[in-house]
DNA sequence: TCAAATACTCAACAATCATTGAACTATCGA
DNA sequence: TCGATAGTTCAATGATTGTTGAGTATTTGA
């Protein structure tokens, strides 16, 4: 993924609609959400929710698929984890220390907490 | 890690000379260089320079230290970390399969090789 | 074929962000 | 103390983004 991607990419989450919308569609998988829906759980009118809509599909976030008169609109798995992804390695150089903030909960563990100086979240 | 700050920190990165700035920094650790040093890399005059440098410090993604006249800059690992750490499990919710693109190149043990390379560019 | 429902596009305006150059603060060495 | 060096702050300007409301497709069902 290239550096001007992954700046794209960047600018179209650093929005708080967009990121919302990411978020709301995100645990939908590929049924996603029609943009009637979408505006009504984000409270934003359709041309403004189209043109944030556009946004995160133009960034490779989201994609589209129409249904009849609608169009349903779903998270990116791969754009999402390419551009997480370039971050860690392109941006951070893989570096350790980085990556030791981006691991998954430890499975089996109650609680994947603070080990001395905590990272918070 | 809440929302609005993982938001500022993505706006901050989110600009073509900033993303240069924190890789430019990242291979250099602790040692960092001096804001005159970065302009000469970046080709950025100091006015512009102080402005991208605050803005990045403010969203958590480099610190600073003086040293007599100097003022130093390096990445700041944990809050690189912690935004993308966030953007992988507050976002994307732990998804696997936007974790399967964040994997480090080499399966087994992390080396933690420090990458001496050049700025780009 | 028409009206309703769904979503998109466009132009105008407002808000935010980036750049520049000048003025400023702080430190060093003579 | 002075002048030089290193950085920062500020106001003005230009560029980019976001919002709004009106108008424009498309599809569906009567």
Redesign the pocket.
């Known amino acids: 993924m290239d550096r001007s991607k992954v700046l794209a990419a960047l ?1 179209a989450l ?5 990121f919302e919308l990411v978020c709301l569609l995100m645990p939908l998988g590929e049924t996603g959400l ?4 979408i ?1 009504r759980h984000l409270g ?12 995160l599909e133009q960034a490779g976030l989201i994609r ?1 698929r ?8 779903m998270a990116d798995l791969r754009g999402l984890g390419q551009t997480i992804g370039s971050l860690l390695r392109d941006c951070c150089m893989d570096h350790p220390e980085v990556r030791a903030c981006c691991q998954p909960p430890a499975p089996g563990a109650i609680a994947p907490k603070a080990p001395a100086r905590g990272p918070e979240r």
């Open positions: 600018s650093a929005n708080d609609k967009r029609s943009a009637g829906e505006g934003m009118t359709s041309s403004r929710l189209s043109f944030h809509l556009a946004a589209s129409r249904v009849s008169r609608k169009v349903f609109y």
